[in-house]
């Protein structure tokens, strides 16, 4: 293994793949935006039939790397090495044929779309007459979301599925294409434990073939489990690689966050909840179609200082809840009352007005407006009100920003960047000091610290509960059971719509929250 730097540690024996036994290289690769540095003479090698981890804290240059991986950027010094052989990449779909597939952390699937339109947009298959075989391209379809173990049919609209079926579809175009490296940016970060099981599966099938895999992920277990050798990468800078074996995970998150993450008590509630803030009565949702996932009366409560925790499988109803109660989607049955009043949204506004926030699972599609600035978008909802004649206050804006900045430790060039420059953690941290700038009775959580690294899921988990401790009612939804086991004072299981049980966060392992997550019925 190899460390780099004052704080990695002892240098010990063994050591990273020797170029010449890699089909790909990377040598001394670098990248400038905006006049920063974000990659600093990178080096790594990557094996056929071998597993390399690449870590590090959000805006450490893990998806400036991808990026040029893939095709969409080009390295401003450096080479890349392809079977020995110097290459220059002209864009993904050059990375493509080359056979190098991204499995992109933000989705780059197409919303209107079938899924077996998606899965082989670009190479759709033609008969011996020259018309699409769409007999073919529904059953490679099937038989590809066989393997991931998912019952998603060919011709449904991806628009309509749930971000964890978004994810597997994905995942399932890039096996399609039959690459020899497949990167996997945060692979699992939206799907169940039964599901990344998995993706394990395929995963360990694929190196066995003799693919190579680039995987990211903010998951250490994983990492562990899968990976043969490692990356870390901070500022830009590789502070430590190696072979997997010869490192714990206190060490590679010592090398990702530069110090030590002390670990935390399980719950944290020290004080009495309060003030019942959300309670809602045989909640219904309004019926869409047989494919989607409904409420069916569902009733349950959320105290001040509260932190309640809903916990399911893909199809669940879980996020459905949550847009209920936000007034993104239309109650079908059932009653809320917040604060101790008739509550019932005609819309995202009423809900924002009532002192209702909601931070969605999909924070690209749902949350953020890319081509604005990050100011821009914290102030999005309202909470820096506008000046005389409606006129936006730039400034106020700004100055309200900074300080969630130094709260959240949000890393950006500036408030003026476009929100687009930022990682996906970072991202988050902006869309929910959105939400914390207009001081929200209920917040609701919609995987929180989905793509988050480890450094800043500590730094929300203890924002969340800061909030908590100031007596905000909290409603987190979230894949990671870790993570609901973590935060949550009482958790939620459900199944189909309906819950199925109910558990102290301190009585709760993720043994018992399975199995109440897969009984066939729900609890009487």
Do not use: C
């Amino acid at each position: 293994m190899t460390a780099i730097g004052s704080d990695a540690g002892t240098v010990s024996s063994g050591g990273v793949t020797p170029p010449e036994a890699s089909f790909l290289s990377l040598e001394t690769l670098s990248k400038h935006f905006f006049g920063v540095t974000v990659l600093d003479r990178v080096s790594l090698a990557l094996t056929a039939g071998k597993v390399h981890a690449l870590l590090g804290e959000n805006g450490a240059g893990k998806s400036t790397l991808i990026n040029l991986l893939s095709g969409i950027h080009k390295p401003d010094g450096g080479s890349l090495r392809l079977d020995g052989e110097t290459v220059e990449l002209t864009g993904p779909n050059d990375a493509q044929k080359r056979g190098i597939s991204t499995i992109h952390q933000e989705f780059s699937l197409f919303p209107d779309l079938t899924v077996a339109e998606t899965i082989f947009a670009g190479r759709l298959p033609v008969n011996r007459f020259g018309l699409v075989d769409w007999r073919r391209i529904a059953r490679q379809t099937i038989e590809v979301m066989q393997q991931l173990g998912a019952e998603i049919a060919p011709g449904r609209r991806v628009a309509d599925l749930s971000i964890a079926e978004q994810q597997l579809v994905e995942i399932g175009r890039a096996l399609t294409l039959k690459s020899r490296l497949i990167i996997m940016d945060e692979p699992t970060a939206s799907l169940t434990p039964r599901e990344v099981d998995r993706l394990k599966a395929v995963v360990r099938a694929l190196t066995a073939e003799g693919v190579a895999i680039l995987f990211v992920s903010h998951r250490l277990e994983e990492v562990k489990e899968l990976a043969d050798s490692f990356t870390v990468l901070r500022d830009g800078v590789v502070v430590a690689s190696g072979d997997i074996a010869d490192a714990t995970i206190d060490d590679l998150v010592r090398w990702m966050v530069g110090r030590e993450l002390l670990e935390e008590d399980r719950h944290h509630a020290a004080s009495k909840p309060g003030a019942v803030v959300l309670d809602v009565e045989g909640l219904k949702s309004r019926p869409r179609s047989a494919r989607s996932a409904s409420v069916e009366g569902v009733s349950f409560s959320v105290r001040a200082g509260e932190i309640v925790g809903l916990a399911g499988l893909v199809g669940a109803g879980r996020t459905e809840i949550a847009r209920l109660i936000f007034g993104a989607d239309p109650i079908g049955g059932g009653s809320i009352r917040l604060n101790g009043e008739a509550y019932r949204p005609k819309g995202p506004g009423d809900a924002i007005a009532a002192g209702v926030a909601l931070v969605p699972e999909d924070r690209k599609q749902q949350s953020l407006f890319p081509t604005l600035a990050i100011s821009e978008n914290f102030a999005a909802a309202g909470g820096v009100p506008a000046g005389p004649f409606g006129i936006l206050r730039r400034k106020a804006e700004k100055g309200a920003f900074q300080h969630f900045r130094d709260r959240l430790k949000l890393r950006s060039a500036g408030a003026d960047a476009p929100i687009a420059t930022l990682s996906g953690g970072n991202q988050q941290k902006v869309v929910l000091a959105r939400w914390l700038e207009l001081k929200p009775r209920l917040l609701i959580v919609d995987e929180p610290t989905r793509g988050v690294d480890i450094g800043a899921k500590a730094d929300l988990h203890r924002l969340l509960r800061e909030l908590a401790a100031d007596g905000v009612a909290i409603l987190l939804i979230s894949s990671d059971l870790p993570e609901v086991l973590a935060l949550s004072d009482r958790i939620l299981t459900l199944r189909a719509g309906r819950l199925t049980g109910e558990l102290a966060g301190r009585d709760a392992d993720e043994e018992s929250l399975m199995r109440l997550m897969t009984l066939p019925k729900a609890a009487a």
